[in-house]
């Protein structure tokens, strides 16, 4: 008779409200809640109507769900190796079956609702969740890794306009500035890690580079979005557009002379970035069909 998992033997003692909360710590919350809403929120800004936004928000929630766990699933054993912290499937909060299987049932509710917003914008979504299972599944560790992010950031648009009535194509610009906005969130969120996973065998694009270089990298994509937020929209730009161009390059460009002092510095300014871009995007919401 074989002795039983010690992970799941943990998850037995601590009992479903136990297993709950490390599954909720192994989806990767901080990426999963904020993808979620800014899908979301740009549901509303672009007019779909409550039903739609409702739909939105519960499949974008499955796919990242899905996305988190499997993550956790694969890299338990790297995660354990690297010593990575706040990883339940690492350190055995959580048994990496368990998660497995949260994984692929996530994945499986993201199939109907996904397409509850019709065909063409039910398959653009799919296509962006199932290349981050690619990124996960060995992607993550080739010089393509960013291009999971870009496509799973850039078909976003397309799943919110695509379910309007009329499955109106999203503006080439918010396409193309939410794929950059995939980039730089691919570099900004491996940026901790790559000393990690160099130790574990991952060389993605990051890892490649090494961490001085990524840290000055991080903005230039997250730029290239807001000079297509501010100048793709027909019509000349506002004094607001103007103003979040720069200030968006005053952040990079503090990050940027601040490196030699403070290594988070590059980071903290890209994320600032990041989120003026994301208002530049809800902004022009009612613009995406253009």
Same mark, same amino acid.
């Given at each position: 008779?074989t ?8 998850v ?24 979620t809403?800014?899908?979301t ?13 409702v ?19 694969l890299? &338990?054993?790297?995660? &354990? ?13 959580v *048994? ?15 199939v109907?609702?996904s397409?509850? *917003?019709?065909r ?11 290349g981050?299972?690619g ?5 993550? &560790?080739?010089?393509? *890794? ?24 999203p ?13 730089? &969130? ?6 901790p ?10 060389r993605?694009?990051p890892q ?15 730029l ?8 793709g ?28 002092? *403070? ?8 994320v ?5 871009d994301?208002?530049?995007?809800l ?8």
């Amino acid at each position: 008779m074989t002795d039983p998992d010690p992970a799941a033997a943990a998850v037995v003692r601590g009992g479903p409200v136990r297993t709950a909360v490390a599954l909720a710590l192994a989806c990767h919350p901080g990426p999963t809640v904020a993808v979620t809403a800014l899908v979301t929120a740009l549901a509303v800004a672009a007019g779909r109507d409550p039903a739609g936004c409702v739909l939105v928000a519960a499949a974008v929630l499955a796919g990242q769900l899905s996305i988190g766990w499997c993550n956790d699933a694969l890299d &338990a054993g790297r995660d &354990a190796a690297a010593g990575r912290t706040g990883k339940p499937a690492a350190d055995g909060t959580v *048994s990496v079956t368990a998660v497995r299987v949260a994984a692929l049932t996530a994945l499986a509710l993201c199939v109907p609702l996904s397409l509850a *917003s019709g065909r063409t914008a039910g398959l653009a979504h799919l296509v962006g969740v199932l290349g981050a299972w690619g990124y996960d599944f060995g992607l993550k &560790a080739t010089v393509l *890794s960013w291009a999971p992010y870009a496509v799973g950031f850039g078909v976003l648009p397309a799943f919110v306009t695509l379910g309007l009535p009329g499955e109106p194509w999203p503006a080439w610009w918010a396409v193309a500035a939410a794929a950059l906005l995939g980039v730089g &969130a691919h570099l900004a969120n491996v940026l901790p890690d790559i000393e990690g996973d160099l130790a574990t065998g991952v060389r993605g694009w990051p890892q490649r580079l090494g961490a001085a270089r990524v840290r000055l990298l991080v903005p230039v994509p997250l730029l290239a979005a807001t000079c297509l937020l501010v100048l793709g929209p027909a019509g000349a730009p506002g004094v607001a557009g103007w103003a979040a161009m720069a200030a968006a390059v005053l952040l990079a460009a503090g990050g940027a002379l601040l490196a030699g002092r *403070s290594a988070r510095a590059p980071f903290v300014t890209a994320v600032a970035v990041a989120a003026v871009d994301v208002l530049l995007l809800l902004a022009n919401g009612a613009a995406l069909t253009a």
